[in-house]
């Protein structure tokens, strides 16, 4: 992502943060507890919502612009936390390394959405928590898909590869995790084209 793009990057989010999306955060993230892993962990926006029972916690952000944002606020948290370049399709640690794993607004611009959840069933324990809050295709609304798709090349070449219409809740069902609670919802004050969200938690099994 572009330098100038990073640093404006939550500025940009600030009115979708403050209409619901903190607060989504808030409540996927307190519940999680032991070792956990972030992927594209951007800014940091996460990074003062994970509770005390959190006593392990890798932040791992591939682009070196969004990894110096994220590393200035790791730096005034209270968290002890470890910061890594590395991207989802390579997660850099062995199998069933982590109790919980979390991609908040990730898999809709990973290069290879099925590799990125592999790898994230690959370093859960068995058991272990996915957490995931991501936009998907507005299958509900064939004149919001539409435009999706129409958008979409040109959307993706200015937005860090971001797609408007992956079918994520398949993607994550295709890779053998158990959904544990799933919610659809419009994400207020979003533009159309990246309102129409999933989020929850699914298990690995």
């Known amino acids: 992502m572009l330098k100038v793009a990073a640093r404006l990057y939550d500025r940009i989010m600030s009115g979708v943060e403050e209409g619901g999306l903190a607060e989504w955060r808030r409540s996927l993230l307190d519940p999680l507890s032991g070792r956990v892993l972030e992927i594209g962990a951007g800014t940091g926006a996460n990074l003062d919502r994970y509770p005390e029972q959190v006593t392990e916690l890798v932040l791992a952000e591939p682009d070196r612009h969004m990894r110096s944002q994220l590393l200035r606020r790791v730096a005034g948290s209270e968290h ?46 068995p058991g272990g928590v996915f957490v995931f809050l991501e936009h998907v295709a507005c299958v509900n609304d064939p004149d919001t898909l539409r435009w999706q798709r129409r ?27 158990v959904f544990d609670s799933i919610e659809h919802e419009g994400m207020s004050r979003a533009p159309a084209i990246v309102r129409s969200t999933i989020r929850g938690t699914a298990i690995r099994q």
């Not at 109790?99 to 898999?107: E, G, K, S, Y």
């Not at 958008?151 to 053998?176: D, F, K, Q, Y």
């Open 80 to 125: 002890t936390v470890e910061v890594i370049g590395s991207a989802g399709e390579d997660i850099p640690f062995p199998e069933a390394s982590f109790d919980a794993v979390v991609a908040t607004l990730v898999l809709c611009s990973v290069a290879d959405q099925g590799a990125v959840l592999r790898e994230i069933r690959r370093v859960l324990r």
């Open 151 to 177: 958008i979409e090349p040109l959307w993706r070449l200015v937005s860090g590869n971001c797609h408007l219409t992956r079918s994520t809740e398949v993607a994550i069902t295709a890779t053998g995790f």
